[in-house]
């Protein structure tokens, strides 16, 4: 943490190995989710609806109760920790904090309503499946931005920002 602070995470080369590391897998992990999604639903509404209800036609059964339970088990956690880290490493990113509180709030609530909607879907409505491409969408875009963002400032050998804007010393 002191390494990103003061702003010694674009000099000591072994943590900025790190970061470039974590940022590839994040990246590689975007390509494989959205690779399964479109796999398993794509982003019409009938292909997602189809996916969370079934269809007697096409022999495709509803997802069950216990079965969003079993995904929503490890998605909420990954998809946290996940936010949490990319987020995190946008504290230390030079933009005003405006911008990064809004990508932060984009963050997390297209990462929780990606994974609500499927719920929504299967035991509500079936019109949530437009929230689930809409988040499904903005989630995707949001974390390769933050990647962007954060690989950016690490490359150009940008300054910390996480003072930014408070002269005294302490975080916003």
């Not at 000591?12 to 796999?39: C, D, E, G, Q």
């Not at 509404?45 to 079965?67: C, D, F, M, N």
């Not at 339970?69 to 987020?87: D, V, W």
């Amino acid at each position: 943490m002191r390494f990103v602070v003061t702003g010694e995470w674009t000099k000591n080369r072994l943590l900025k190995l790190i970061v470039l590391f974590f940022l590839f897998f994040v990246v590689a992990f975007t390509l494989t989710m959205s690779l399964l999604f479109f796999n398993k639903m794509g982003l019409s509404y009938e292909s997602i609806v189809t996916y969370y209800l079934g269809s007697e036609e096409k022999y495709i059964p509803a997802r069950t109760y216990q079965g969003l339970l079993e995904i929503s088990h490890y998605h909420l956690f990954a998809m946290a920790i996940l936010m949490m880290t990319l987020t995190h490493l946008l504290l230390f990113v030079p933009m005003s904090l405006g911008l990064k509180a809004f990508f932060v709030i984009v963050a997390f609530s297209s990462a929780f309503l990606n994974e609500a909607s499927s719920w929504l879907i299967r035991f509500v409505n079936p019109n949530f499946a437009y929230l689930k491409i809409v988040s499904f969408v903005v989630l995707n875009f949001t974390i390769l931005l933050l990647v962007y963002c954060t690989l950016k400032a690490l490359l150009k050998n940008e300054p910390s920002a996480y003072m930014e804007g408070n002269k005294k010393g302490t975080s916003k």
